[in-house]
């Protein structure tokens, strides 16, 4: 990796995760000289997976992290579940990292190279119709500027890189993707994948469509990457580049162009704005360890830094055009954050089924796709939720908390027990105005950023969804004959944040006065400014967010890319 | 396809010069200590209590046509996380349930639970996990039993003995048949 002394490039990207990677990628594959900025460390493909492989012997307290050090550098990140002693170093310290909480939001992230493309959970599904189209027709957020038949070919672009597997189900509105053979449904899956089917129908149990190898094609070789070996440790890191990371898949494209330059523990400060060509500048750097200050400058700038990292940078970018930040002129940057919503599900007991067993650890699952608010469905709620689930034999931790002690319990953990199967519930955020972020008016960080504050809450909507998610679960549960059927219906509702998949505040949208970006991500006020990462979406669907980032990022970077080429940015 | 092989292998390979970093290293030393404290004291635990924990381990999971909690060094694992995991109230409330349940144990198994029976010893341990079970919220017996499992099959010995542990298992494989010699998983 080069660490050019050059301060002039045709490209910056901010951040260097799901969306800043594919950026990069894509920009530099054009011929573009591009800076690929990361405010934390070097993450090196299989040198730096420190933890990966590693049994369950060599982690000294059962992978739990002691309680003082879990509580004092970890506290809000534990709070995500994803936090053990084999994950830790991919998750940003809140003990280093502050930021304000006006009301409770988890803010889960991964200052390192690849972000949170090290440890994300890879579902990986399109949006549909329905949900490009859901803000004109209930009015809650701003119309989205594209429509499915805009993103459906940059769709297929990212999924035949990124390597998706799964099933052409033929759902309208889970849209089918370019995909290698789905990883597989055990026996019990699919006996209540016919149950459900044939009892609702309309709803579908399909294979979770996820951004692993199962048959990896020659472009996927030739990066280095490898089919899934089923070891389920992938925020661990994965030498066999299996599933898809800025480590696997889009660094090692980029840096092959020869266009690519990456500097990392390098924090963005600001965009800098010219306000004579009215065009971004370039960045305002930050030496994470010197707090050295510099400046870079570019033909068209990226930011790619999450939804929050992204949106505290733009509005730290002041200027005396835009004292609110840059291209901030109606007011428009920090509101409608929204994330996804859960804490409905349920699970029950399957009896039988005891000659099979499935073998591997499967790093992905089942999924009901949404069946509310679709086709005729009317609810006392708006949009919808889908379920993610699987059905399992019982292991040695759950047998162990039966009674028994003796040779009695040994004999009875040492066989795979009784099947039970649950799902959990997965449901889309309405964008709400008051539902914002903005700096902190007293307090910075150490680089002299301020803090990001954040004010966001659930609302009634939500909270119907997740009683509705809870019922519907145990309807479906009981009529797929599972036993001892035990829902639950979070109330209060979880804190935000702990889905992690936070979108919203540089919204895309038709005017100007009401969104940040147009249709290309672009920003309506600075034309060579484009955010194409969770930030820049005006709803939230109700499936995994990352898939969409990756396509909407291909999609500006090609047409920003076109408009650098025809001098009209 | 020969690339894809040669890939794979090397994936497996570099899979391997982790196993051979010195972080690995430093984590299997971590593993050596984790044997048997062999009646001395622990970082935490005294003799006496050492001495205690690894034999009730020692009846929870005992050594059959595997070894038991107590080769499989438990009683240091518990040790250990009580000096590394545990914050002091977690210590405390432990240690204090500890002698409770030894002052119990020697009351129920006169004079002295030690000194006892293989047979009145496991008696004793059963009506406990009886009366855990029925009594349905935690009490220091449930911790430790708790604590005794995790640290058993988290083990060399009990991952890779008693049950199975795929390092790296493949290709998932949905449906697979269930033989007299199918045994659970480590993960």
Redesign the interface.
Known sequence: MSSGDSTEFDAIVIGSGISGGWAAKELTEQGLKTLLVERGRNVEH??D??T?????????????V???EL?THWSIQKNSGWVNEATKHFFTKDSEHQYVQEKPFNWIRGFQLGGKSLTWGRASWRWGPQDFEANAKDGHGCDWPVRYADLAPWYSHVERFAGIAGDRDGIWHLPDGEFQPA?????VELHIKSVIEQRFPGRHLINMRSAHL?Q?T?EQ??L?????????ECARGC???AYFSTQSATLPAALRTGNLTVLTDTVVHSVLYDPTRKRASGVRLIDAHTRQGREIHARVVFVCASTLGSTQILLNSMSSSFPKGIGNRHGILGHYLMDHVWGGGGRGVVRGF?????????PASTYVPRFRNIEGDRQTFLRGYGFGGAAS?E???G???A?????D???S?????GWSFGFYGIGEMLPRYENTVRLDPHRTDAYGIPLLSLNCQYSENERLMVQDMARSAEEMLKAAGLEQVRTYASNPLDTPGNVIHEAGTARMGRDSKTSYLNGYNQCHEVPNLFVTDGAALASNACVNPSLTFMAFTARAADYAVTQLKAGKI | MLSSRRDFLGALSAVGVVLADPAWAAAQARVSEKKILQGRAGRVLSADQVAFVDRVADLIIPPTDTPGASEAGVVGFIDRLLAEYEDPPGRTTFLEGLEDFRRRADIAVAPSFMKASEARQFAFLQAEDVRAAEAQRSSFFVELKRKVVIGYYTSEVGATQELLYLPVPGPFQPDVVVTGETRNYAL
């Open positions: 299989r040198r997976y420190v990966e492989s590693q049994p369950p012997w060599a982690f000294s307290h059962g992978m739990q002691p309680k003082e509580q990883i597989g449904m055990n026996v199962t990896p020659q070789i030739t280095g990457r490898s089919a899934c070996q089923s070891r389920n030498s066999f580049g005891e000659e099979h067993f499935y073998r591997g650890r499967r034999r292991g040695w931790e047998l162990a908390a009674a028994g002690i003796g040779k319990l040994k004999a953990i040492r066989k795979p027990g």
